[in-house]
């Protein structure tokens, strides 16, 4: 029992203590009797505030539980809410999956169909192209069969070397007997096939498919055979391939029938005779009646007939004219007077009327002047014109010490007023007169006298009609021929009478047959066009000519000195032969379409005689290859006077720029100066001052510090002077040009415009229309190619024609002025200002502007655009020659936007040496491509930059194109590597 209790009391003892309340409790039981009141109060405030801490105990738990239980709720919720938006996602994914399948399957059918129309298409398509081949292989072919046939029928002995020149040559003056015989004979039966083939066709487009096939392949079967057979018979019969052959190898004809007169013995006789040459403008023989040797039923040319047939012109017993044949390099006047004097061609890398940019003209050769000087002759030039044209006065004062007495002459002696100016200078009225009183003066010195005159009246187009020219024929050109025949007879008569005649030997000869358009049109085809020839009082030391002479213009140099009395060792000079002498000229040993051939050819000889400078200033300037760039002016303002200028788009400028400066200046006072900041993409800006007093005559000049290997040089790629608008306008485009002129004072400018050629080719229509509201839209229509205008404050006149329109007048300040355009052969354009008559107009192909300051009587400013011609284009490739070697090959193709081309140049420059220009002439291969190879040991590929310029029949260049030499890959490196042999 005592255990018992034992156990009851220590188990009551744990609870106690585990329940401290209730261990009190019982606590008070067992000593209540010991407790006071007090006591008692503490303990139930103890009890009642241990329950207030259990109820916020249990109360804490109860909503910490609470809160538990609602996140995990809301836990819960946000889960289902994913698993919501899962499903959704995947629900709206299948939606799209089952869109994608359908539009695949949509895109499958659009595709089949699509499909299915263009095969169906295609056949359709296939009649057509089929049809059109079949009708162009067949018609070329008819046509092809018929002209070859009509070709060799008319000219069975036809060859290439003929056709050529003829070709090449200007058709103007073809008979148009020649042209319907073409038309009656190929061109008319190739209509009648063609329409013969388009019914064919449009039955065959209605039979079965199988029938339809078959009569379209006979077709084209057909077509190709013929154009198969008539080219085989063509290049058999021209020997194509061997032509080609020597066109590419070159001609040493001249080097080797060239005779140098500096070699060859001449021994004058005792007493020297004078010699007085006339060349006359476009005189030939043509112009007499078909009796006496002529192409015309009437002849106009009497007086000039009867002193040839008087005289010698080299026809043996018959009295009919005869004379030289021009040959290629000498059908314009400074030709002619070349080929005459020296024997040879003008055959040079420039246009023929560039030589005045030369400093010398052919030094290296020896020349009738150059003979005559040394003889002790006084030499005189006489020319209406002003001598500089063409090299005329280079070459007469250079080769034989001439004086020349052209239209500046005559004024500078105050025989002629400063304002004096008709035709191409004055009249052949006043030349001759002028002539007379020149002869008497030479005639009285100790010393023979060498007078050469040239007229100019006959000159195309339509020549000038004097105040003596009379209405004989209906035609002003014939009237002017008739003119011209008087005055040269009535010189002769005059000569005759004077008491140095008899001692002085006449030669008169034309200097190349006409440029007229239309007035050679009804001569016959068969007809040899020949140029005037009359020796007169001729003394040769011996005459042994005899029968009826055929020669050209290069054996009037020899036959003059002969005809002088000089003595020729072995009677022949230059490509000349003395015809007193009997020995067979070589046109004699030729014929005059292979001696034609032969001159048509590049000559390495005339290119080392010629000593061509291609970097005078003059010709650099008037060819436009000169570094420049393009300057713009973006900006003036009169109340700052800050003109704010741009250069972008530098050309022909090598090395690296170190600096651009711009400067102005009036007359030799300098203005102001300030450099151009590059602004890293292409371009330098900059300002400089212009004041308001001085912006109608400054001049702007930009100039660059270029730096080559060690050195620094400065070069101009800028100069202009005049209204600070025209200044930023000579390297602009056209349109920017007329946009200045709008902004310019007419009442301080006149602007003269003329065109040279057709000039509407390459106007954009901005320009048309620009050109319209100033109201010089006449410069560019087609059918009037030949005009000017002059636009002024008294507003705007124009002009224009078919063939030359000309007016002259004089300005508001009382300046006289003669402007004037031509659409003819020669196509020039002309644009005189002052009192001294300078021609300021730059002759360019296209429209030629000059800005005349009338205030301060000045040019201001002047330019040309080559709106005449479409901008050229090629195609150039460069690649080296072989692994091993510095030569690369140049080959160039398909050069458009040049008429005509005769041959094709290549420059070749070093960026990093600007002293390095390499020219190099292409020649045609048998793939019809311009090639030709160039050494470039010594530079660096990546420095070269090679220029293509196309050079026309008129001796012009067009600039066709330019690239860089690039990496060679491996398949042309090993191409260049076999083709060389290597």
Known sequence: MKNRRNRKKTSH???????????????????????????????????????????????????????????????????????????????????????????????????????KNARIAKKKNYGVWTSLLALVVSVTGIFLAFTVKWLFDTW?????????????????????????????????????????????????????????????????????????????????????????????????????????????????????????????????????????????????????????????????????LNGGVSMPGTTWTMGGLFAATSGLPLQIDISGNNMDTQTAFFPSITTLGDILNEAGYT????????GVFGGRQLYFSTHGNYEIHDINYYKSIGLLDEDYYVWWGYEDQKLISYAKEELT???????????????????????????????????????????????????????????????????????????????????????????YTAYINAAPAENNSKGMRSFTTFDTFPTVLSALGVRIDGNRLGLGTDLFSGVSTLLERSDVLSFS????????????????????????????ISPGGNVTLV????????????????????????????????????????????????????????????????????DVDVQKDDAIKTVNIFDCTGNVYLTAMQGNSFYEYLRGIEKIDLSHYTIFMTVQSEAA?????????????????????????????????????TGNGMDYVRENGTLSNGVPYVISSSANQEQTSSIIVGYEFDDYSLHNRGINIVVYDQIND?????????????????????????????????????????????????????????????????????????????DLAGHRKEDIVIYVYAEDTDFRYHFAGSTEIKKTDSVSALTSLFRSGI
Not at 211 to 238: E, H, N, P, W, Y
Not at 443 to 454: C, K, S, V
Not at 474 to 500: F, K, P, T
């Open 13 to 115: 003892s744990r609870y106690a203590y585990r329940n401290p309340f209730l261990y009190r409790v019982n606590r008070k039981h067992r000593i209540s009797k010991a407790e006071t009141p007090a006591e008692i109060q503490l303990q139930a405030l103890e009890k009642k505030g241990f329950i207030a801490r259990q109820k916020e105990y249990h109360s804490n738990e109860i909503q910490l539980r609470n809160a538990r239980i609602e996140q995990a709720v809301s836990r819960q919720e946000q889960s289902r809410q994913e698993v919501r938006n899962i499903r959704q996602e995947n629900r709206d994914l299948k939606r799209q999956l089952k869109e994608s399948r359908k539009s695949f399957h949509q895109a499958q059918k659009d595709y089949k169909s699509a499909r």
């Open 156 to 320: 069975p002995k036809l060859q290439m070397d003929e056709l050529v020149y003829q070709l090449s040559v200007s058709f103007q003056g073809t008979g148009g007997g020649m042209v319907q015989k073409f038309i009656s004979s190929a061109l008319l039966p190739t209509v009648l096939c063609l329409i013969m083939v388009i019914i064919l066709l449009c039955l065959l487009a209605h039979a079965g498919k199988h029938v339809r096939d078959i009569g379209k392949s006979i077709l084209t079967a057909l077509g190709a055979v013929a154009i198969a057979i008539s080219g085989t018979v063509f290049c058999t019969r021209m020997d194509v391939m061997a032509y080609l052959n020597n066109q590419m190898n070159g001609s040493e004809f001249i080097e080797k029938n060239y005779v140098d007169p500096s070699e060859v013995e001449l021994v004058f006789p005792e007493e020297k005779r004078n010699l007085i040459m006339i060349f006359l403008e476009s005189m030939e023989t043509t112009y007499a009646s078909i009796s006496d040797g002529g192409a015309f039923e009437n002849g106009v040319i009497p007086e000039l007939t009867r002193l040839s047939q008087e005289n010698e012109n080299f026809s043996g017993d018959r009295k009919t």
């Open 379 to 386: 030499s005189v030039f006489e020319c209406g014109s002003d």
């Open 441 to 531: 003066q030479l005639a009285g010195q100790d010393q023979p006298f060498n007078y050469t005159m040239l007229t100019a009246d006959t000159h195309f187009e339509n020549g000038y009609p004097c105040s003596i020219c009379v209405d004989e024929y209906g035609d002003q050109y014939a009237n002017v021929m008739a003119c011209s025949s008087r005055q040269i007879s009535e010189l002769v008569s005059w000569i005759q009478e004077q008491d140095w005649y008899e001692n002085t030997t006449i030669v008169i000869t034309g200097d190349h047959p006409t440029m007229d358009s239309d007035f050679c049109n009804g001569v016959d085809d068969d007809y040899q066009r020949r140029v």
């Open 597 to 624: 051939t032969e001159l048509s050819k590049s000559s390495d000889f005339m290119k080392e005689k010629a000593s061509l400078e291609q970097d005078t200033d003059a010709l650099i300037n008037r060819s436009g």
């Open 635 to 702: 900006s003036y303002d009169e109340s700052s006077e800050k003109a704010v200028y741009s250069v972008d788009d530098i050309f022909y400028l090598s090395g690296s720029i170190q600096a651009m400066r711009i400067s102005t200046y009036d007359g030799e006072e300098l203005l102001d100066e300030g450099v151009l900041e590059y602004d890293g993409c292409g371009q330098y800006t900059g300002s400089i001052r212009i004041p308001v007093e001085h912006m109608n005559t400054v001049t702007v000049r930009i």
């Open 761 to 797: 080719d390459r106007i954009t229509d901005r320009e048309r229309d620009l050109m319209q509201e100033i109201g010089i839209g006449n410069l560019i229509s087609t059918k009037k190619p030949a005009a000017y205008a002059i636009i002024s404050e008294d507003g705007v006149r």
């Open 858 to 934: 000045v040019i201001a400013g002047q330019k040309s655009f080559n709106t005449a011609d479409y901008a050229p284009d090629c195609n150039i490739a460069v690649e080296k020659s072989s692994l091993i070697s510095s030569r690369y090959t140049i080959r160039v193709t398909d050069i458009t936007g040049a008429n005509t081309v005769s041959r094709v140049l290549a420059r070749v420059y070093d960026v990093a040496d600007p002293d390095y220009v390499k020219e190099q002439y292409l020649n045609l291969n048998f793939d019809h491509e311009y090639e030709a190879q160039i």
